[in-house]
């Protein structure tokens, strides 16, 4: 009895001590990052389009004379403001909504455009979709491998990245006029990724992609997943955040001073830090 008593009383402080650690964490990191999630900042680029940063996942409006397309469509009241632009820009322009990838930060808004066309990457399954991301927020179309669209005096590139790297479906968006990359959550600026899980994403493929990429398209400005927009650099900045986590998951004797390069990205710990990087490439070694 006094064995148990003094069991369940040591029991009782660990609790207590894991909700403080947890309540701590949520405070330093991850509310003031939700928080900063949810501002959005509205870049009228030129007269055709519209960029609408933050709010979950960065989105582009681009309005031609027949059609409007959406990329990514947010979530929360982010999502509902970003629809009410689209609606107000279209008319009644048919409108095409691209998801760069289903996550709920890119895909909730998906809800606002019953009746119009929403396509997203062809590796995804309807059963995938719904089971992940819910049925109001399903695609209407699958994008197997690549699609032009003419907009006005610019030509749109939907193109699948076809295996895992972010997502087992990444999609990135080229407009070939303005020579400007929407690259979903495969291109962060100055954030680290949220690798889930060795068999939905993959850190190797992202570094083939950061290859690919400049090889298909003339790249000068990119409109990254999430953080600032900007040019090539964006590329060559997480380029270098996953060959130096690489380099970091070989060598433990390098870990604290290449984590420490990074300490000013935003992170949440375990989740999308530079440690959660390194454990990924650690798992994908293991596997092997
Ligand atoms: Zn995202």
Redesign the pocket.
């Known amino acids: 009895m006094k064995i148990l008593k003094k069991t369940l009383k040591w029991l009782g402080i660990i609790i207590l001590l894991l909700v403080a650690i947890g309540a701590t964490l949520y405070m330093i990191y991850l509310r003031p990052f939700m928080q900063k999630m949810k501002q959005t900042t509205v870049i009228n680029y030129d007269k055709e389009l519209t960029l609408v940063l933050g709010g ?2 960065n989105s582009g409006i681009l309005v031609s004379d027949s059609l409007v397309i959406v990329i990514d469509t947010k979530m929360d009241e982010a999502a509902e403001q970003l629809a009410k632009t689209v609606k107000e820009l279209a008319g009644k322009k048919p409108i095409l909504v691209v998801n760069t990838h289903y ?1 709920p ?2 895909s909730t808004g998906n809800s606002f455009y019953v009746g119009q066309t929403i396509i997203a990457g062809g590796n995804y399954t309807k059963e995938f979709w719904i089971k992940n991301a819910g049925e109001k927020t399903l695609p209407t179309e699958w994008l197997k491998d690549r699609m032009d669209i003419k907009m006005g005096d610019d030509t749109v590139t939907l193109l699948n990245l076809v295996k895992p790297i972010h997502t087992v479906s990444d999609v990135v968006v080229y407009l070939h006029k303005r020579k400007m990359l929407f690259g979903g ?1 495969v291109i962060l600026n100055k954030q680290a990724p ?1 690798i889930f899980g060795i068999a939905d994403s993959d850190p190797d493929g992202y570094l083939a992609t950061f290859d690919l990429l400049p090889k298909l398209f003339d790249i000068q400005k990119i409109v990254p ?2 953080g600032n927009i900007g040019g090539i650099e964006i590329i060559d900045n997480f380029r270098q955040y996953f060959l130096d986590m690489k380099t970091a998951a070989n060598d433990p004797s390098k870990e604290d001073e290449l984590v420490a390069k990074y300490k000013d990205w935003g992170q949440i710990p375990f989740l999308m830090s530079p440690g959660a990087t390194i454990s990924a490439f650690k798992k994908k070694a293991e596997k092997k």
């Open positions: 979950g996942g996550h930060d890119h959550d949220a997943g999430h």
